[in-house]
């Protein structure tokens, strides 16, 4: 198998403008860590927002994955995700895409409710097409999300009443990067709670309970963070809730941030007011770091192929955007640096190529590269123009 730094020089040379390369080993292996980490029996939703490309590699395994928009259920269709392990969630459902989905009898996934509205669709669906859906009420977390859990509390004592919604149990996510677990513990008190009351008071024992914990991510250097410390703490927090339904966690950036790395090269380089300048051929429309205000913070990079830092020399990198905020890293210490370098961004698989103002100056979109787990590298996109998106087509419409 041809080491992953073999594979990057490859690439390097084949790419000339920024890319990220995606390795589904590290993913894989990090499914499994998790795993290992975590209660026996809890299953995975993989949030296929934190990364589209990684869908196929990882639909086998894991449980489930989280579908939000009508884009992304015909991603997952086209790479075989099978509708069983499908959750469409998401808080504006289309009506026809709900409806092609209700028709169509080889379709199992779960869809979640986040709205009496979305509920009353969904029975209309199943009654429609002599369906019946399984179901998660997601809870709000006091945004536009969810529904209040009185709301919940009514579907529930209804239920009889609309027999063709089978409702598997509960929806709960409200935020990503959660490195307390004592707000963790909230969450999972007031579930329990929930849960609990809902068994008490209406005779129903929800099936499931799909939270999504919003596991952090270490990005930057001051991040310090004991993971498995972390995993044991939430794993003693499940312990002791009285209700226990067959627990789902829906997570994204955890799993897909480690296998990726964002590739970008240096293009010019300057002195201006007596601060060092490196400008990329990326830039922050290309890689989007939770918590990482103004380069406040310096994210996990390098020089590839060059190992020895000179820390006298310290480096704003920027990227290629036409505003004073395309900062990618303030004031770093780098080994000696050329045009012509390139420098690697770690941890970048979650979110950085989907979060970032990619239309913004009509620059391309970067290549994408899946490094399969027998070394060879794999194309999942060819870099992409946007000026098309962003030209007047100027159609008459009569
Ligand atoms: C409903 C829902 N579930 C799960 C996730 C994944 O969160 P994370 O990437 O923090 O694990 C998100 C992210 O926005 C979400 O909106």
Known sequence: MKAVEAVETELIKKNNTAFYLFEIGELKRRIGYLREHLPEGTAICYAVKANPFLIREISGAVDRLEICSPGEARICSTLGVPTRKMVISGVYKTPEVMEHMALDNSFHGVFTVESI?????????????????????????????????????????????????????????????????????????????????????????????????????????????????????????????????????????????????YYTHIVDIKQNGGQNYLITDGGMHQIVYYGQHMAMKQPALSVVGKHTVNDEIPWNICGCLCTMNDIMAKRVFLPDVAVGDTLCFANTGAYCMTEGISLFLSRELPAIWLLQENGVPVRGRNAAPTELLNTPQYERTE
């Open 117 to 261: 509205r979305q509920y009353e669709l969904l029975c209309g669906l199943a009654v429609k097409y002599g369906r019946r859906f399984s179901v998660l009420l997601r809870l709000t977390n006091q945004s536009q999300f969810g529904m209040d859990a009185s709301e919940i509390e009514s579907i529930i004592a209804a239920r009889y009443d609309r027999p063709d919604l089978k409702i598997a149990g509960i929806q709960y996510f409200s935020g990503t990067q959660k490195k307390s677990l004592k707000k963790i513990k909230r969450e999972l008190d007031e579930l329990d709670q929930l849960l609990t009351h809902l068994k008490e008071t209406y005779g129903y024992q929800a099936a499931e309970l799909e939270y999504g914990p919003g596991f952090p991510v270490a990005y930057f250097e001051e991040d310090t963070f004991d993971e498995s410390s972390f995993l044991s703490g939430f794993s003693s927090l499940l312990s002791t809730m009285q209700n226990k339904p067959k627990l789902i966690l829906e997570i994204g950036r955890s799993i897909a941030a480690s296998c990726g790395r």
